[in-house]
């Protein structure tokens, strides 16, 4: 049964980002809408097909998914940073909330906020490149496990932070890196072979290529084998932040 | 009176070096004010935030109303309410969602009567739908009184209860404090302020360096002080101990 803490937590933290929707919906809207049309638009009309599929067409899955992955993320892990930095989480801390509980309001409404920005994205680019999608279950569902994958990992960098800059830095240092190298703007089969080695070794990769076979039936890996590999990150990520929760490290004192 | 509702025994926490409490017993009795008084750094929030379940021990064990603190955490905390002696806030929301929140947590819907109880009580009602920044100091701490209570808890810890408000809402919340034990329920406050112990209190601790040096009814300690205010008991006793370590 769906405990009334864990309801309200999660209604709490969905208010929290729905409270500020310029910035937790429109920025990262208006961001992805110009890669869409910087990179879609200007540079597409001068490239090729890709796997058959127009340029512009080709890049809708990896910009729906860096909306995802970096909302997810900013989500939990400035909600939760937030409330240590003011004190607030004294409020979770001393309630009778379940360890599985706490992370599991907090994930789900990050992967939520996530979801939603990927949707608009979606919405804003297919109002250009059309609204067809190969597979709508199994893109939902991956879509749905890389929110909960950098929503769990947000919640993890959000016990480990103890400063903005620290918050911050996986974004900054390693999400949006390897996003681009994860074959958001191109196919690894355009890619020079030093830069297609590196690309396969990041698992963004998998996530962009798998999300990318759901939508549009084309795809550089194998798609069962990017589900599996993002089921396994997605377990990861919460078996981390579940950890981290439990033994109280930089929480409890 | 006499049930212990939270039993401390041997309780130690170090942090790195230093010793916060070195091996602390204590038994709060049910339904009794008990103030624990100590100078800064002394070891009371300490004590208070390992049975509210914000700090972890080093070694011993806390038991709230027979159960253990870390093992039947949901039943203790469920029991406990803690004011925090930092004022905290969530500007995002109003008066009334952090209370409708913070009950929410506990499993518990809090209805319009209990609401407006709390409100009214804690000198809110006028502010129940503004944001928890727009308010003055004391009325934030008011209302993190009012979000200790939303679950009706048979214990109630008050760290510092009373630091920088001023005279009236210290003698509304004194007051307040009298109708909670009234109604039976059990509070635990740590306080700077020996005036508020020896009006309050049925029983006070005193603590230092980690280790609890008395613990004695207030009435009973009063009487054999010849005459001395608390204050001079505390002076004497700590400022002794102060000596002996120096």
Not at chain 1, 130 to 157: C, K, R, Y
Not at chain 2, 61 to 82: K, Q, S, W
Request: overall charge positive.
């Amino acid at each position: 049964m769906i405990s009334l803490g864990f309801r309200t937590l999660l209604a709490k933290e969905v208010r929290r980002f729905l409270r500020v929707p310029g910035q937790t919906l429109g920025s990262p809207l208006v961001q992805t809408a110009l890669y869409f049309l910087v990179f879609g638009w200007s540079l597409g009309a001068r490239l090729r097909d890709v796997d058959g599929v127009p340029y512009a067409r080709f890049i809708v899955p990896g910009l729906v998914l860096m909306g995802v992955i970096l909302n997810s993320y900013l989500n939990s892990a400035s909600s939760l940073f937030v409330m240590k930095l003011q004190g607030t989480v004294i409020d979770i801390l001393v309630s009778p909330l379940s360890y599985a509980e706490i992370l599991g309001a907090f994930v789900l409404a990050a992967a939520l906020r996530g979801v939603l920005v990927g949707a608009i994205t979606f919405a804003v680019a297919g109002a250009f490149t059309g609204f067809e999608v190969a597979h709508p279950a199994a893109a939902l569902a991956l879509v749905a496990l890389v929110a909960v994958t950098f929503a769990g990992l947000g919640v993890a960098s959000a016990i480990w932070a103890q400063t903005f800059e620290q918050v911050n830095f996986f974004p900054t240092f390693v999400i949006m890196p390897l996003t681009f190298l994860g074959g958001v703007f191109s196919s690894v089969r355009m890619l020079p072979r030093p830069l297609a080695v590196a690309t396969r070794l990041d698992p963004i990769f998998y996530m962009v290529d798998g999300v990318r076979a759901a939508m549009l039936g084309v795809s550089d890996a194998s798609p069962l084998a990017a589900a599996a590999l993002v089921a396994a990150l997605a377990a990861a990520a919460l078996g981390l932040a579940y950890g981290l929760l439990r033994s109280g490290w930089r929480l409890r004192g | 009176m006499d049930e212990p509702v939270v039993e401390i025994r041997g309780l130690v926490k170090r942090y790195g070096d230093l010793t916060a409490l070195g091996g602390v017993d204590l038994a709060i009795r049910a339904g009794e004010i008990f103030a624990l008084l100590g100078p800064n750094g002394a070891g009371k929030t300490t004590l208070i935030s390992i049975v509210a379940g914000l700090a972890r021990a080093t070694a011993g064990e806390v038991r709230v109303l027979g159960r253990d603190v870390v093992r039947d955490y949901r039943e203790t905390r469920r029991a406990i309410g803690l004011v925090p002696q930092e004022i905290n806030f969530d500007p995002f929301f109003t008066v009334e969602e952090a209370l409708r929140f913070q009950a929410g947590y506990f499993g518990v819907r809090l209805g319009e009567a209990r609401l407006a109880e709390l409100l009214e009580v804690l000198d809110l009602t006028a502010k129940r739908r503004a944001s928890a920044r727009a308010l003055s100091g004391g009325m934030r701490r008011r209302l993190l009184v009012a979000k200790a209570l939303v679950h009706e808890p048979r214990i109630l810890f008050l760290d510092e209860p009373t630091a920088g408000v001023d005279v009236e809402l210290r003698r509304s919340l004194w007051a307040y404090v009298r109708t909670l034990r009234a109604r039976g329920t059990t509070v635990v406050l740590t306080t700077h302020y020996l005036e508020e112990a020896e009006a309050l209190a049925d029983r006070v601790g005193v603590i230092d360096h980690g280790r609890l040096l008395l613990v004695e009814e207030t009435a009973a300690l009063l009487a054999r002080s010849g005459g001395r205010s608390l204050e001079e008991v505390y002076v004497d006793l700590v400022g002794r101990r102060q000596a002996v370590a120096r």
